[in-house]
Antibody, heavy 121, light 107 residues
């Protein structure tokens, strides 16, 4: 079955760190660029970061640059999002999404179910 | 960053109605545009890519048109299962950017 499954969400105190994982199945993970997109409660979609198929190219939204790190382990069919210095406005559902291109194209054709991150003391 | 402006922000229509949502980019993005449908509590689902190409498995009542800065998504005959929020998204440039969304309700 072709799918993406996120994990690692939860309730975290401000200033702490968290690592989200997104594990794929049913397709050749190493052929595709992968994105993270987030959605704050009741709000719209915000693109966060992308990594190319081989991890050599990475880009970030300005709002997360310097605090978030995207990485991937193609041997484990998994993409990660390391989030440091968490703030209240990081509270959101975080989705991973597959790009139809190996390079960074932007057609997001497959999404995970999302992982909720709540930043609260 | 490229700004994406969607309208209307919400609409209510009856089953069988023709519904059109528009999306305007702040600069020329050629046809580098996706449309998504999102239902409450669920992940977005791609409907249209390259502004007018129907994603596999998506009903043919959905169609997209446009290039440059002006785009639209049309549902030719609204069905009960088409409720949800619709988003446009450009991929001409990083950062990828989304429109603010259009909430579609069934009367």
């Amino acid at each position: 079955q072709v799918q993406l499954v996120e994990s690692g969400g939860g309730v975290v105190q401000p200033g702490r760190s968290l690592r989200l994982s997104c594990t794929s199945s049913g397709f050749i993970f190493s052929n595709y660029a992968m994105h993270w997109v987030r959605q704050a409660p009741g709000k719209g979609l915000e693109w966060v970061a992308v990594t190319s198929y081989d991890g050599t190219s990475k880009y970030y939204a300005e709002s997360v640059k310097g605090r978030f790190t995207i990485s991937r382990d193609n041997s484990k069919n998994t993409v990660f999002l390391q989030i440091n210095s968490l703030r209240g406005d990081d509270t959101a559902v975080y989705y991973c999404a597959r790009d139809t291109s190996g390079r960074i194209g932007g057609r997001l054709d497959l999404w995970g179910q999302g992982a909720l991150v709540t930043v609260s003391s | 960053d490229i700004q994406m402006t969607q309208s209307p922000s919400s609409l209510s229509a009856s089953v069988g109605d023709r519904v059109t949502i528009t999306c305007q980019a702040s600069q020329d993005i050629s046809t580098q545009l996706n449309w998504f449908q999102q239902k409450p509590g669920k992940a977005p689902k791609m409907l249209i890519y390259d502004a007018s190409e129907l994603q596999r498995g998506v009903p043919s009542r959905f169609s997209g048109i446009g290039s440059g800065t002006d785009f639209s998504l049309t549902i030719s005959s609204l069905q009960p299962e088409d409720f949800g929020t619709y988003y446009c998204q450009q991929y001409d440039n990083v950062p990828l950017t989304f429109g603010g969304g259009t909430k579609v309700e069934i009367k």
